[in-house]
């Protein structure tokens, strides 16, 4: 096996330079993805049947979600669950600071019940700021 160099902020990773097995300082592993540990938590209720939401809907909510945040790509965002009873999608998205983040919640509660997102209607949502926990 060739040693590989890992790409920041990845501490130490596995197969290739971005699948991170531990995080640099500032950062927590989620899935194979450092992410900071100041994020906006999200969880999105959609008016669709679970088994309706494909890949293209998913990229859809996530290129929507970074145009809304002004961010040049999907990257920081990270759809962590989703819940087939009642089409419920979470997760977060990093940011560089809690300023940053307090923004990003005012400007994401325009997505409230009624609007739309990636083509599908919105029934409900929630958005919070906060800086996460490394898991013990």
Do not use: H, R
Not at 21 to 37: A, D, E, F, R
Not at 45 to 61: A, D, H, P, Q, R
């Amino acid at each position: 096996s060739q040693c590989i160099a890992c790409t920041v902020p990845c501490s130490t990773c596995v197969e290739s330079p971005t699948n991170c097995l531990s995080c640099i300082n500032g950062y927590n592993l989620q899935g194979w993805k450092c992410v900071t540990n100041i994020s906006v938590m999200f969880n999105i209720k959609l008016n669709t049947n679970y088994g309706t939401i494909t890949s293209t809907i998913i990229s859809n909510i996530l290129a929507e979600l970074a145009q809304i945040l002004k961010l040049n790509s999907t990257e920081k965002i990270t759809i962590s669950k989703a819940y087939s009873s009642s089409t419920v999608l979470g997760g977060s998205i990093d940011q560089s600071n809690q300023s940053q983040a307090s923004a990003s919640v005012n400007t994401l509660n325009s997505l409230s019940a009624g609007a739309s997102i990636g083509g599908v209607p919105i029934i409900s949502s929630t958005f919070s700021s906060g800086q996460t926990q490394q898991p013990n």
